[in-house]
């Protein structure tokens, strides 16, 4: 007997609906949501109580290496069941979705375990420590038809989707040519490691923080101070200008560089870091445009941005307001204000979500282009070269 063509894709949507139905109970609108949070610092903890403030989640286990921040969670979650390792966390059949908060080299592995394991995914930016990491994870995401939500919360900001609709999607600006943006002074990737951390703790598991990279002894300030080294991340490159370039990739339609270049180094801070404290990216993009990204932790200089260069205007955009100023030299510039942290949406269309299987804002593709643009930048500066690259096929051209 022959199948018709409808009846089948219909037996294939069936099957996706059981698969993922099989991985996780069904969701409905007043059910509360079991949440498990994978690394427990300081973002991790944020990030939960913004969850814990939508009144629709229940935290019922973390994992983390160090048991302090255990205590510290399970005190603000009681009831909440502990774990050092990710993979028991993710034995929990009665868990929904999970928050990843990790040290960045360790979230491309934990995504997909959990992704695999049947959860929906809420995991912090960067997606990815490498560029090849990122089709994998997007992946196991839709072959598990698993939501995966990275927390590049400008997605879901009122104040960025309100510059888009009224800047962008009506092309007030006129022809862009140029995305200036910069974040100088993190204070985040100057962290020094307190007295404690001196002497590992015998409750700190160095050898499973660790995880994927190559063995070294235990040393504080690569544990405190991670982004300061580029075997766990990417420096302010992947932390901060990932946060940027989303929102040109937004604003633009467009993620797909085509070059890239990179200059800087360690000129203040010879503390050991392998990071750049001061640093500048250009990105060129198909559509004759450029990207730039500066940063420095040198004293002195402070503030984060974004600027979009246009024909008819310019647009300035920061987590707190935007102004838009027009061409001509009377202009008089409009500004807006937000009206709070951009976290609290983004979280709250992940949980959107859950609930009906719809795209996140800053769904697991997105995630994975807007972090290759940022490790093209740092590929750039690594290699000490100009970047040819192919966006389709997502490979580096030979020189």
């Given at each position: 007997m022959q199948i018709s063509t409808n009846t089948r894709r219909q037996v294939?949507?069936?099957?996706?609906?059981?698969?993922?139905?099989?991985?996780?109970?069904?969701?409905?609108?007043?059910?509360?949501?079991?949440?498990?949070?994978?690394?427990?610092?300081?973002?991790?903890?944020?990030?939960?109580?913004?969850?814990?403030?939508?009144?629709?989640?229940?935290?019922?286990?973390?994992?983390?290496?160090?048991?302090?921040?255990?205590?510290?969670?399970?005190?603000?979650?009681?009831?909440?069941?502990?774990?050092?390792?990710?993979?028991?966390?993710?034995?929990q059949k009665n868990i929904d979705a999970c928050l990843i908060a990790t040290p960045d080299h360790w979230h491309a592995n934990i995504a997909i375990d959990a992704l695999n394991a049947g959860k929906d995914v809420y995991v912090e930016k960067p997606l990815t420590l490498t560029i090849e990491q990122g089709p994998p994870i997007v992946k196991a995401a839709r072959v598990n038809n698993r939501i995966c939500q990275v927390g590049m919360q400008q997605r879901?900001?009122?104040?960025?989707?309100?510059?888009?609709?009224?800047?962008?999607?009506t092309n007030r600006l006129g022809?862009?040519?140029?995305?200036?943006?910069?974040?100088?002074?993190?204070?985040?990737?100057?962290?020094?490691?307190?007295?404690?951390?001196?002497?590992?703790?015998?409750?700190?598991?160095?050898?499973?923080?660790?995880?994927?990279?190559?063995?070294?002894?235990?040393?504080?300030?690569?544990?405190?101070?991670?982004?300061?080294?580029?075997?766990?991340?990417?420096?302010?490159?992947?932390?901060?200008?990932?946060?940027?370039?989303?929102?040109?990739?937004?604003?633009?339609?467009?993620?797909?560089?085509?070059m890239a270049s990179a200059s800087g180094g360690i000129y203040h801070y010879k503390d050991g870091r392998t990071a750049p404290d001061t640093i500048n990216v250009l990105l060129q993009y198909p559509k004759e445009w450029t990207a730039t990204f500066e940063a420095t932790l040198a004293p002195g200089i402070t503030g984060a941005a974004i600027e979009m260069c246009g024909t008819e205007g310019r647009l300035n955009i920061t987590r707190q307001a935007y102004t838009f100023t027009p061409v001509g030299k009377n202009a008089v510039p409009v500004t807006v204000k937000s009206e709070r942290d951009q976290t609290i949406d983004h979280v709250e269309n992940f949980l959107d979500c859950c609930r009906s299987r719809k795209r996140p804002n800053g769904d697991v593709l997105i995630g994975h282009r807007s972090a290759m643009a940022s490790h093209l930048g740092n590929i750039a500066y690594v290699q000490k070269r100009t970047l040819h690259f192919d966006p389709d096929r997502e490979e580096i051209l030979p020189l």
């Amino acid at each position: 007997m022959q199948i018709s063509t409808n009846t089948r894709r219909q037996v294939l949507r069936t099957a996706a609906a059981m698969t993922a139905a099989s991985y996780s109970r069904i969701l409905g609108a007043n059910d509360r949501i079991q949440l498990g949070l994978i690394g427990a610092g300081e973002r991790g903890y944020f990030v939960m109580t913004q969850f814990q403030g939508t009144n629709q989640v229940d935290v019922t286990a973390v994992a983390d290496i160090y048991s302090p921040k255990l205590d510290r969670v399970q005190s603000k979650a009681p009831g909440a069941k502990g774990y050092n390792d990710h993979r028991k966390l993710l034995e929990q059949k009665n868990i929904d979705a999970c928050l990843i908060a990790t040290p960045d080299h360790w979230h491309a592995n934990i995504a997909i375990d959990a992704l695999n394991a049947g959860k929906d995914v809420y995991v912090e930016k960067p997606l990815t420590l490498t560029i090849e990491q990122g089709p994998p994870i997007v992946k196991a995401a839709r072959v598990n038809n698993r939501i995966c939500q990275v927390g590049m919360q400008q997605r879901s900001g009122k104040i960025y989707l309100q510059a888009k609709q009224e800047y962008f999607d009506t092309n007030r600006l006129g022809k862009i040519t140029m995305a200036r943006t910069w974040w100088h002074g993190n204070t985040y990737h100057l962290r020094k490691a307190p007295a404690e951390f001196q002497t590992q703790p015998s409750n700190l598991d160095w050898a499973r923080f660790l995880g994927p990279i190559k063995w070294r002894d235990y040393d504080p300030q690569q544990y405190y101070n991670f982004r300061a080294y580029l075997d766990y991340g990417g420096g302010q490159v992947t932390d901060l200008f990932t946060h940027w370039i989303d929102v040109v990739h937004m604003f633009m339609g467009q993620d797909n560089p085509i070059m890239a270049s990179a200059s800087g180094g360690i000129y203040h801070y010879k503390d050991g870091r392998t990071a750049p404290d001061t640093i500048n990216v250009l990105l060129q993009y198909p559509k004759e445009w450029t990207a730039t990204f500066e940063a420095t932790l040198a004293p002195g200089i402070t503030g984060a941005a974004i600027e979009m260069c246009g024909t008819e205007g310019r647009l300035n955009i920061t987590r707190q307001a935007y102004t838009f100023t027009p061409v001509g030299k009377n202009a008089v510039p409009v500004t807006v204000k937000s009206e709070r942290d951009q976290t609290i949406d983004h979280v709250e269309n992940f949980l959107d979500c859950c609930r009906s299987r719809k795209r996140p804002n800053g769904d697991v593709l997105i995630g994975h282009r807007s972090a290759m643009a940022s490790h093209l930048g740092n590929i750039a500066y690594v290699q000490k070269r100009t970047l040819h690259f192919d966006p389709d096929r997502e490979e580096i051209l030979p020189l």
